[in-house]
């Protein structure tokens, strides 16, 4: 076991007197339970961050909305200049002359060209160059935002739902499982396990790095069952289920591998809870040969058996 892991972590960056009363530091997805408030207001937004980061639908739904409002402030400014300053303009009611200054405005935003509406008169040529320059710079905006998501690279590692006090050769060991399910291949993979837990009654924290039976991989095809070895000098050697509990015990997991799909280094987190951590039992193989090849069965990541531990 190397040195830099046997000793006590004093600084981890989640400081050491956080008073947590049994919420979780790092959430299952990867990302810290932490809320920063009374910032400035424009501080609190990185939209860039937000539009890579978010699902695909509220990418897309935000696209949409800024489209229509654009284009209905545009039509209402047509409307203030006046429909006699467009060319073709065939509506009557209030409404027919709006969606005809509506549907110029999204042509004159996408520069498709104009069809029988075309603007008349120097303020509305201003106003349909200004939109054109807006649309040309949206577009180009859209169009880095959408590249810049499908090539940011992340590697979607499946982790077990719970982890596991298994026995393990003479002793026990915390276990936990982690699958790639894509075709993407991950290679150089490094785990780094943390352990976090109450140093006493007041709320002080304290963090351990923990060895692992393997901390390297170079190839990750399969599943991998990461494994912590709790031998005497491990500070989780002497601890029970209640233990686990009474101490708010966190296993903070951080997994870093190359990503040969991208040709970058990718990183992912998450970790388990005292109560996310079954004892006295063990994962079950997943693994088998059929037709010749290896069949990796995800479905059965979680699957477990009771084991006797020693």
Request: glycine fraction near 6%; charged fraction near 20%; proline fraction near 4%.
């Amino acid at each position: 076991m190397s040195d830099n892991l046997k000793e006590k972590i004093k600084e981890f960056g989640l400081g050491t007197k956080t008073i947590n009363n049994g919420h979780r530091t790092l959430n299952k997805d990867g990302s810290f339970n932490v809320t920063k408030t009374n910032l400035p207001f424009l501080e609190r937004f990185n939209f860039f961050h937000s539009l890579i980061s978010m699902p695909w639908w509220q990418f897309f739904s935000i696209i949409l909305l800024g489209y229509f409002v654009i284009n209905t402030f545009f039509a209402c400014l047509y409307l203030w200049i006046g429909v006699e300053h467009l060319t073709g303009i065939q509506g009557i009611s209030k409404t027919d002359k709006f969606l005809e200054a509506f549907f110029f405005s999204a042509q004159t935003i996408t520069t498709l060209g104009y069809g029988r509406v075309a603007p008349i008169g120097i303020l509305a040529n201003i106003v349909a160059a200004i939109e054109s320059m807006l649309g040309l710079l949206s577009f180009a905006l859209a169009t880095g935002m959408v590249y810049g998501r499908f090539s940011k690279p992340s590697p979607k590692i499946k982790y077990s739902s719970h982890g596991v006090i298994a026995p393990f050769n003479t002793i026990n060991a915390f276990m936990f499982k982690i699958v790639n399910p894509h075709a993407n291949q991950l290679l150089e993979v490094e785990a780094k396990l943390t352990l976090s837990m109450k140093k006493d009654d007041f709320g002080a924290r304290e963090f351990y790095g923990l060895d692992l039976q393997i901390p390297k991989v170079v190839f990750f095809p399969y599943m991998w069952t990461i494994v912590h070895p709790i031998e005497k000098d491990s500070p989780l050697f002497g601890l029970d289920p209640e233990s686990f509990l009474e101490k708010d015990v966190e296993f903070m997991v951080t997994i870093k591998a190359f990503d040969e799909s991208f040709s970058q280094t990718v990183y992912s987190r998450s970790s388990y809870k005292a109560a996310e951590i079954n004892w006295g039992e063990k994962f079950t193989n997943t693994v088998k040969f059929e037709n010749g090849r290896m069949t990796v069965d995800v479905s059965r990541l979680d699957e477990t058996e009771k084991a006797v531990l020693n």
